[in-house]
């Protein structure tokens, strides 16, 4: 099998999120590095959260992407540091959360020695108002917070900045 550092990369990249199942783990951002050695690969992973119950999922599909494409070994490495930020994501990813009806990220993630966050105001995938209001810090998974449009009057999960 002749593979190049390119096809490597496309298995990896063709992973979904399972948590946000219309995101491929590029889009996410999570997918920081693909080494391919003589049928070897080695992907390099960064999780949302330190504690983000996906990985093992995560992990065990790009397992699986790979074997289905010939590959005969795979390594699946998690780093914590740098820490993931939404900067990471993809304007196709943001895209496509908002076509799915979450919001997406608002704004730049927190630099350290950087100037003071201002919050922004979430727009509803639904109908587009800035008229939302923050229900709960946590959504249906931790990286998303509940919000609920005072226009439509529907829920919506907002994807946090972070």
């Not at 010939?70 to 998690?78: K, L, M, P, Q, S």
Request: proline share 7%; charged share 25%.
């Amino acid at each position: 099998m002749v593979t190049t550092a390119a096809d490597a990369w496309r298995v990896a990249a063709s992973v979904h999120d399972p948590e946000v199942p219309v995101l491929t783990i590029e889009d996410l951002g999570i997918l920081r590095d693909v080494r391919e050695d003589a049928g070897r690969v080695t992907v390099t992973i960064t999780p949302t959260y330190s504690g983000c119950p996906a990985m093992d999922t995560i992990t065990q599909d790009l397992e699986l992407a790979y074997s289905a494409a010939g590959y005969d070994r795979v390594d699946v490495v998690t780093v914590l540091a740098p820490a993931w930020t939404t900067d990471w994501m993809t304007p196709e990813g943001k895209r496509k959360l908002e076509a799915f009806g979450i919001a997406p990220p608002t704004g730049r993630g927190a630099v350290p020695a950087g100037p003071i966050r201002v919050a922004l105001a979430v727009r509803c995938p639904r109908c587009g108002s800035l008229r939302t209001r923050e229900v709960s810090r946590f959504g249906s998974t931790s990286c998303k917070a509940l919000f609920e449009c005072l226009g439509c009057l529907e829920p919506f999960d907002h994807f946090k900045v972070h």
